[in-house]
């Protein structure tokens, strides 16, 4: 059983940036793909970003290419996801997630999940 801890968000205005971590524990990363998916309340959950297990190949949803970057320290156990040019439309709950094998863009493909971390932009 791999546990995923998130932390980093918070309040923050247009245009600035955040920083998010995802701590794993239980089980070493190093076999699993990871994601970050966003929801916003009365939505459904939104892959953002994906990466492989040696961070050799990253995925990302339109809306946030160019912003977000997600990258992996498999020998801390943690995956980030740096949050540049933040938007009041990022506003929502970002979750980390994983799953064994190949990432997909596909939240429901994923197994272990985090209890996830708010952030809020105002406008």
């Known amino acids: 059983q791999v546990q995923l801890v998130e932390a980093g968000g918070g309040l923050v205005q247009a245009g600035g940036s955040l920083r998010l971590s995802c701590a794993a524990s239980?089980?070493?990363?190093?076999?699993?793909?990871m994601a970050w998916v966003s929801q916003a309340p009365g939505e459904e959950r939104e892959f953002v970003a994906g990466?492989?297990?040696?961070?050799?190949?990253?995925s990302y949803a339109d809306s946030v290419k160019g912003r977000f970057t997600i990258s992996r320290d498999n020998a801390k156990n943690t995956v980030y996801l740096q949050i540049n040019s933040l938007k009041p439309e990022d506003t929502a709950n970002y979750y980390c997630a994983a799953r064994r094998r190949l990432t997909t863009t596909l939240p429901s493909d994923y197994n272990y999940w985090g209890q996830g971390t708010q952030v809020t932009v105002s406008s």
């Open positions: 990466i492989n297990w040696s961070g050799g190949s990253t």
């Open positions: 239980g089980h070493t990363i190093i076999n699993y793909a």
